[in-house]
C-alpha cells in the first residue's frame, strides 16, 4: 500500500476512535430518527379516533338540547293553550253556583235538568285540566304567599286568625306540574 493510503486510512480510524461517524452512519441515524410508516398511521388513527370522539360527543349534546328546547316548547304553548280555558272554568263554577242559588228558589225539572248538565261539562273539563297536569290551588286558610297569591284586599283578622292568613278567595289559582298557571287572587287578614 502506498503512504497516501495509509494516511488516509490512519486518519479513519483516527476519526472512528474520536466518536466521529462516516456519512453511512449519519445517514443511518437521520433514517431512524424519522417517524416510521406505521409511526405516522398509528398517528393519523389515533387523530381520527379523537375526531371521531368529538363529533359523537357534539352529537350527544345536540340531542340533549334539542330534546330540552322540545320539553320547553312543550310547555309553552300548553301554557297558551290554558290560560284562556281557566276563564272559562271560572265562568263554568260561576254557572253552576248561580244555578245552585236558583234551584234552591225554584222547584222544576228542566231546571234541574239543566243544572246537571253544566255540572257534567264541569266535571269533564275538570277532568281534562286535570290530564294536562293543571290542578287547583287551595290556598283559604294557609299563610300568604305571593310565590301563589295575589293579594287584592286586606281586611282585618277575625278573632283566632292570624295576620297574613288567606280569609278568601276572590279567583281561583291554578298550577301547572310544579309552575304556578295562574296565581290565586285573594283576601289577605291584616
Known sequence: MSTKAT???????????????????????????????LEVLRQEYAALEDRLLRQAADFQNFRRRAFEDRAVALEA????????MLDVLDDLRRSLEAADSASNERD?????????????????????????????????????DEELHEAILQQPAPEGVEP??????????????????????????S
Open 164 to 189: 297574613g292568613t288567606v280569609l278568601n278567595e276572590v279567583q281561583k289559582g291554578y298550577t301547572i306540574g310544579d309552575r304556578v298557571l295562574r296565581h290565586a287572587r285573594v283576601v289577605v287578614a
Open 7 to 37: 494516511d488516509q486510512t490512519a486518519v479513519e480510524e483516527e476519526s472512528l476512535a474520536e466518536g466521529s461517524e462516516t456519512p453511512i452512519e449519519q445517514e443511518l441515524d437521520e433514517f431512524r430518527e424519522q417517524p416510521s410508516e
Open 108 to 144: 222544576g225539572n228542566a231546571f234541574g235538568a239543566l243544572h246537571n248538565g253544566v255540572r257534567l261539562v264541569y266535571e269533564k273539563f275538570v277532568s281534562e285540566l286535570d290530564r294536562l297536569g293543571i290542578r287547583e290551588m287551595t290556598v283559604v286558610g294557609t299563610r300568604f
Open 77 to 84: 304553548g300548553r301554557n297558551q293553550i290554558a290560560l284562556p
